[in-house]
Each structure stands twice: as C-alpha cells, then as structure tokens.
Antibody, heavy 121, light 111 residues
Framework: QVQLQESGPGLVKPSQTLSLTCTVS??????????WNWIRQPAGKGLEFIGRISTGGGTNFSPSLRSRVTISVDRSKNQFSLNLSSVTAADTAMYYC?????????????WGQGTLVSVSS | QSVLTQPPSASGTPGQRVTISCSGSSSNIGTNTVTWYQQLPGTAPKLLIY???HRPSGVPDRFSASKSGTSASLAISGLQSEDEADYYC????????????FGGGTKLTVL
C-alpha cells in the first residue's frame, strides 16, 4: 500500500517561492504508468488541481497556475516536489500530494494527509 | 465558481437514500469519465467512485453513481452517520479550463 507524506514550511512570505516535497513509501516513484500530483484546498473551499509529473518526467499544469509552477522528481529519494513562485495570500491552502494512473491519469487513488501553508508577512 | 456544479449541501436521515448531482458540459463530463471523492472532516479526500460507476476495493456498495450526458450523480443508500462528509466530483476537461476540474463540493449532513 503506497503512502505519501507532504513536508515543507508552513509559512511563506508574499512574493517568495513556496516549496513542498512529497515522500513516497511502499512503492517506487519510478514505477511505470504512475503520475505524481499536487492538489490544494483553501480553508472551507473546494479542491484545485495544481499539476502533475509522470514517471518519465512529463508535466501537466493547471492553466491558471502554469506560469508559476514547477514540479520535479528525485528518484534517488523517492520524492517529488512542488515549487510555486511569487505567492500571495490567495495561495494560502492545504496542499496535498496524490498518486494517479492506476485507474486513469487523473484519478487520484492515494493521497497524502496534506500540509497547511500560509502566505503572510 | 466551479465549472462542475454541485449543490453546496445535502442532507438525510439514517437509512435514507440521498443523491448528489454534478453538472458539467460537453468538454468535461460529456466527453470524459467522472470520479467522486469523499472527504471526511479534517482528512484528505478519498477515492469513492471512478470511471463513472466503479467502486475501489473497500468502498461499500451503498455508494453508487451514474452519468448521463453532461451530468453525473452520486447516490448513497442506507445512509449512516459516518457518511457525513464533503463529496466532490471530478472530470477531465478538454477545453482551456483543463486538464482536470473538481466540482465545488457538497456537504452531506446526516440528521
């Protein structure tokens, strides 16, 4: 049973870059046909897809965030990471990492517990 | 405002059957499959239904779903108190809104 765990700073200053890491255990991040995703949820609001990276390194992003998002994979550490630049208060949210690909490319079958990131000076 | 439209709330009493709708368009639900997630209070979302109608292992058969045209619905029969949660629909989108969209979520209250 794969498990995912987010980590990173809980507080980021406006205009800076938000950086989070998701550590995958119970399976290899290099396994074929999987995608590794970032999804966020502002407090009391709905879910928003941020982007994903495939085991081959290909990426897909939300159109509204594409210009500020980078997602990368570190196979040696079985981790993938999110960088979101030029953050504002609107980026304050719970950030989840999730796996997809077992049932379909955008079917998120395993989720991390989430990490809360606040953007404030 | 989400491109996939869900009612913000729904409710029912124990044992009842409740349904939650999800309305989209030809570029998402009309063309692609629908996924449903359950988010219990204070927890991460959990996959509930995929490919319109299929339940992952471990999801009770009280949960069922359907899709017709550009709309989908989730049904919960034999409602239980532990079903009180937020429910989200999701679909891939072929327009500039894509690649994937979530509904705004429906908060289900068990009275």
């Amino acid at each position: 049973q794969v498990q995912l765990q987010e980590s990173g700073p809980g507080l980021v200053k406006p205009s800076q870059t938000l950086s989070l890491t998701c550590t995958v255990s119970g399976g290899s991040i290099s396994s074929d046909s999987f995608y590794w995703n970032w999804i966020r949820q502002p407090a009391g609001k709905g879910l928003e897809f941020i982007g994903r990276i495939s085991t081959g390194g290909g990426t897909n992003f939300s159109p509204s965030l594409r210009s500020r998002v980078t997602i990368s994979v570190d196979r040696s550490k079985n981790q993938f990471s999110l960088n979101l630049s030029s953050v504002t208060a609107a980026d304050t949210a719970m950030y989840y990492c999730a796996r997809s690909g077992v049932m379909g490319g955008y079917i998120f079958d395993s989720w991390g517990q989430g990490t809360l990131v606040s953007v404030s000076s | 405002q989400s491109v996939l439209t869900q009612p913000p709330s729904a409710s029912g009493t124990p044992g009842q059957r409740v349904t939650i709708s999800c309305s989209g368009s030809s570029s998402n639900i009309g063309t692609n499959t629908v996924t449903w997630y359950q988010q219990l209070p204070g927890t991460a979302p959990k996959l509930l239904i995929y490919s319109n109608i299929h339940r992952p292992s471990g999801v009770p058969d009280r949960f069922s779903a359907s899709k017709s045209g550009t709309s989908a619905s989730l049904a919960i029969s034999g409602l239980q108190s532990e079903d009180e949660a937020d429910y989200y629909c999701e679909s891939w989108d072929d327009s500039l809104n894509g690649p994937v969209l979530f509904g705004g979520g429906t908060k289900l209250t068990v009275l």
